[in-house]
Each structure stands twice: as structure tokens, then as C-alpha cells.
């Protein structure tokens, strides 16, 4: 496959068909997003997969009117944690121990250290370090679709305080931070037939 092709044919779609993803597809980005790169493997974030037509179309209205949230195959909202405290330290641990067979006295110090980083940054760090691991899983995903030949559009206009009470996030303890709507484009999409803008490579790569 055609790796630079995909990315030049993906584009932020504007305009979904009806057409629904095989369920092996959207499994697929999903997985992308669960197996993506973390800060110390920590996965701070979930994905919540919005089925209900109901709630979707809810949704529209606090997503500055993008009809993709309702439309689209697939709406997938990235969610990080709402707070990470030692607890989540020790839940990991534990899913090291498990998974690798080590014991957990042989991750004691590994698991220390993370907590004391954790200790002594505020919560708007932890916060907004959290995000960035949402955005490197959803760069990703929406790779991945591109080469599974699935369209995507990641939205960032919507009203997070909004998806975190219609969706009952708060109680799951997570926080909204980043939309991604996933199928197929439409034939009347015209942002389709855009050339794709960007700087030159000469413009892009700074060699130092």
C-alpha cells in the first residue's frame, strides 16, 4: 500500500454517506486508538462509542451545528480521565505484573516514581498532559482509517462541558476532550475534490 497516498487522500470530511463501517473496521480504529503510544504506558483516556441516534443527534446542537456528529457511521468522543491519582498508578502496576508475569515488588520503584511526577504537578498539568495522549491515539486512528480507505473528521468545535453531561461522563470519570465522526464520505462532499494545503517540505522540515 501506498502509505503517502492514503494520507493525501484522507481529508477533514464534511459530509458523511449513509453507508455504515463493517463492524471489523471500526474495531480496527478502535484498537489503533487502544494500542497508541502513552506516557510511561499509563493510558490515561477511554473512547466512548455513541450508538443511540438519539443522543447523537442531541449533539449536533452543542457541536457548532456539524451535521458529521449525527450522520457520520461512527462517533467516537476521546475522552481523558477527569483526575489520575496513585490508585490509577497501582492499576497499572497491576496490569504490568499480570501481562508480563513480574512481581509486583519488582515494580515498586517504577510505580513510585510515577506517582512523585504526579505529586508534584496541579491538575491543570496532569490535565492538560492527559489531552496529549488523547491526541497522539487520535492521530493514530485516523491514520489507520486512511488506510483502510474509511473517512474521518476530528472536531474540536464542540461544547466539551455540554458531551460530558449529556453523555453522563462525570460519573464514568472521564472528560471529554476531542470528537472524532468516522464512515464515508458522500459523492456531494465538494471538500473532497480540494487540493490538500500545505507548506513545502523546504518550509515543513527545519534541519538544525
Known amino acids: 500500500m ?19 463501517l463493517p463492524h471489523e473496521k471500526i474495531d480496527t480504529i478502535i484498537e489503533a486508538g487502544r ?12 473512547i466512548v462509542n455513541v450508538v443511540d441516534p438519539v443522543i447523537r443527534a442531541a449533539l449536533v446542537e452543542h457541536s457548532w451545528g456539524q451535521q458529521q456528529v449525527a450522520d457520520a457511521s461512527h462517533l467516537l468522543v476521546l475522552c481523558s480521565l477527569n483526575k489520575l491519582e496513585a490508585g490509577d498508578v497501582d492499576d497499572f502496576m497491576n496490569r ?5 508475569n513480574v512481581p509486583q ?13 504526579l505529586a508534584s504537578t496541579d491538575d491543570n ?15 493514530q486512528m485516523m491514520t489507520v482509517a486512511a488506510l483502510l480507505e474509511v473517512d474521518t473528521c476530528p472536531m474540536g468545535g464542540f461544547v466539551p462541558e455540554k458531551y460530558d453531561e449529556i453523555l453522563g ?9 476531542v470528537v472524532l465522526t468516522v464512515g464515508y464520505r458522500a459523492t456531494d462532499d465538494q471538500y473532497q475534490y480540494n487540493a490538500k494545503v500545505r507548506r513545502s517540505r523546504e518550509d515543513f522540515e527545519v534541519i538544525i
Open 125 to 139: 498539568w496532569k490535565q492538560a498532559w492527559m489531552g496529549h495522549q488523547v491526541h497522539i491515539a487520535l492521530g
Open 2 to 20: 501506498d502509505i503517502l497516498k492514503q494520507l493525501n487522500w484522507r481529508y477533514a470530511t464534511k459530509k458523511f454517506s449513509t453507508q455504515k
Open 105 to 117: 515488588e519488582n515494580l515498586a520503584d517504577y510505580g513510585n516514581r510515577i506517582k512523585g511526577t
Open 169 to 177: 461522563l462525570d460519573a464514568q470519570g472521564l472528560k471529554s476532550v
Open 35 to 46: 494500542l497508541a503510544a502513552t506516557s510511561y504506558g499509563l493510558q490515561a483516556f477511554k
Open 96 to 100: 504490568v505484573s499480570t501481562t508480563r
